[in-house]
């Protein structure tokens, strides 16, 4: 039979990631060698694009949308208030995941590992700049038709930035941090030798953050808000605490006040929903009389120490892809991904029982591994159906959207096109293109 073969093409999107230059053939089988396979067991013969990578992340973009759209509307899917995961909760992580996958394409093979880490600081440099522009301020209200922002107030940190963080360093361990030995993979053992030193490195960043979350101290602290009205309200937040998970004494909080400063964080934070910052909990309302002191303070579901388990979620998507690279037949690839997906669900239910909650604003390690977990088995279903059986056409709208990933999540996400739409008018700003398709005012 002839070898199968499966492409996986590069772009400059680091939502759909690749890297053109490390884009060779990707085959069922380690180390470009010939298999012999079933047509039930192995990929159709011929070479064929991993579709089911593209699905993923169209699917994942849709989510994105609905959630965004109708998250207002369906509190069941918008983000949770705090602790717990809801539909809205998991597409983030889907993201990291899918870029830690088709890392594993893009650097099959490295020639030059200095040349490839300067294109992986140069594109994770350019992603970092490009969330600064889009989510730092710099485009307002939809309605206003004004730009800029101020540098003090900037927001520093956010879901480009986070990606192109996690992009970064997972990127780095996958050129420098693997077994360079040529030779083929066949058992679950080989593969974890391979890659131990990258195993090592989610270890420690795990471990790292919850010794951090756990064992710093959290200090009382004060902030400043300015009214509706330009009045001045000075608050105090008691804390004094070790190990609190909640939303005003939390040290993922406490370190993102002290190295960016709370001018630089997000100032619509998802705990305004919660009861004790929300009469209409737990949709957005107006303050209770009796709110915590920290319901109007800013905080960023993006910050630093909650990145490093966001890095690991990335790099749980780097193994998945080394299963492909590695492994010959379907039915291989999918029980060792179905096997580590049950093990990361177990883990983290288990987690979440024991007290260890779900929290994405903390990127919680219980929360972490559901996500992962969820996000494995989702993607094992997906490439059964589209790169197994063959259901690609039902599936060619997803398709479309995962390989223009980062351009519609500026658009939309970014509330670029509004903008746009908004910002060609005749005569009056109202009078523009959203009246002109008969949904502006």
């Known amino acids: 039979m002839s070898t199968p073969k499966i492409i996986v093409h590069g772009s400059g999107d680091e939502l759909q990631e690749g890297d053109e230059d490390h884009h060779p053939d990707i085959e069922a089988g380690d180390g470009g060698g ?32 609905i959630v965004d759209d109708v998250g207002g509307l369906i509190p069941k899917i918008s983000h949770s208030p705090w602790d717990g995961a809801t539909l809205a909760d998991f597409v983030f992580p889907f993201f990291l995941f899918v870029v830690g996958i088709s890392l594993a394409f893009a650097y099959k093979r490295v020639s030059n590992r200095v040349s490839a880490t300067k294109k992986a600081v140069l594109r994770a440099g350019k992603l970092f700049l490009l969330g600064l522009l889009l989510q730092g301020g710099f485009f307002h209200n939809i309605h206003d038709l004004t730009y800029g922002v101020d540098i003090g107030k900037i927001r520093l940190m956010g879901v480009l930035q986070r990606i192109a963080m996690a992009y970064l360093v997972v990127a780095l361990c996958e050129i420098w941090l693997r077994d360079g030995r040529e030779g083929g993979i066949g058992s679950g053992y080989a593969i974890i030798r391979k890659y131990r030193c990258q195993l090592l490195v989610g270890l420690v960043l795990t471990s790292t953050y919850t010794v951090i979350l756990y064992c710093l101290p959290v200090p009382d602290w004060v902030y400043n808000v300015t009214s509706s009205d330009s009045t001045m309200k000075h608050f105090v937040v008691k804390c004094g605490v070790r190990g609190h998970t909640g939303p005003g004494c939390n040290v993922v909080g406490m370190i993102d006040r002290s190295i960016f400063g709370i001018q630089h964080l997000y100032t619509r ?68 991904w179905s096997l580590s997906a049950l093990s990361l669900l177990a883990l983290g239910f288990s987690l979440d029982l024991l007290g260890l909650r779900m929290n994405k604003s903390l990127y919680s390690l219980s929360y972490t591994c559901v996500t992962a977990g969820t996000a494995g088995l989702f993607f094992t279903g997906i490439y059964l159906l589209v790169d197994v059986y063959g259901y690609k056409r039902p599936v060619l709208p997803m398709e479309l959207m995962g390989k223009h990933a980062l351009m519609i999540f500026v658009l939309v996400a970014c509330n670029v096109a509004p903008i746009l739409l908004q910002g060609f008018y005749r005569r009056v700003p109202n009078n523009n293109l959203l009246k002109l398709i008969g949904t502006g005012n």
């Open 34 to 65: 010939t298999t012999t396979t079933s047509s039930t067991r192995a990929a159709a013969p011929g070479r064929e694009r991993l579709v089911s990578l593209d699905v993923f992340r169209g699917i994942t973009v849709a989510l994105m949308i």
């Open 269 to 336: 934070p998802v705990y305004l929903k919660t009861e004790w910052c929300s009469i209409d909990s737990p949709n957005n309302g107006p303050l209770p009389s009796d709110a915590a002191p920290w319901c109007e303070a800013p905080f960023d579901p993006e910050g630093l120490l909650s990145s490093l388990m966001a890095i690991v979620t990335c790099l749980v998507g780097l193994q998945f892809g080394h299963v492909i690279i590695h492994f010959k037949e379907h039915d291989e690839r999918m029980v060792r």
